[in-house]
């Protein structure tokens, strides 16, 4: 069982930059890979970025790369993404999940997906 819980949202100014981190309980974690979503109003949850389970392989949308990094601490059971140059259309509820199994194939897909947290607002003012 894991249970995860997202912090760090907020309200920025476009270009300016937030950092979410994800806390995970559950002693699975360092073997357990990771994404982050978002959901903006309206929409589709959409995948965001995603971590193998040491952090050495990341994979991110094409509407964040270049601007987002997704990083993890597994001494502190926890996941960060670190978002650049944000832009209004980033406005969005931001979700971290995990799973046992990713590949490149599924990992943007939610019922891949076994644990997920409650979301963080990111709000970006033009």
């Known amino acids: 069982q894991v249970q995860l819980a997202e912090s760090g949202g907020g309200l920025v100014q476009a270009g300016g930059s937030l950092r979410l981190s994800c806390a995970a309980s559950?002693?699975?974690?360092?073997?357990?890979?990771m994404a982050w979503f978002r959901q903006a109003p309206g929409k589709e949850r959409e995948f965001v970025a995603a971590l193998s389970w040491s952090g050495a392989s990341t994979f991110y949308s094409d509407s964040v790369k270049g601007r987002f990094t997704a990083s993890r601490d597994n001494a502190k059971n926890t996941v960060f993404l670190q978002m650049n140059s944000l832009k209004p259309e980033d406005t969005a509820v931001y979700y971290c999940a995990a799973t046992k199994i990713l590949t490149t194939q599924t990992m943007g897909v939610m019922s891949d997906y076994d644990y997920w947290g409650q979301g963080t607002q990111v709000t970006v003012s033009s």
């Open positions: 559950g002693r699975a974690f360092s073997t357990t890979a």
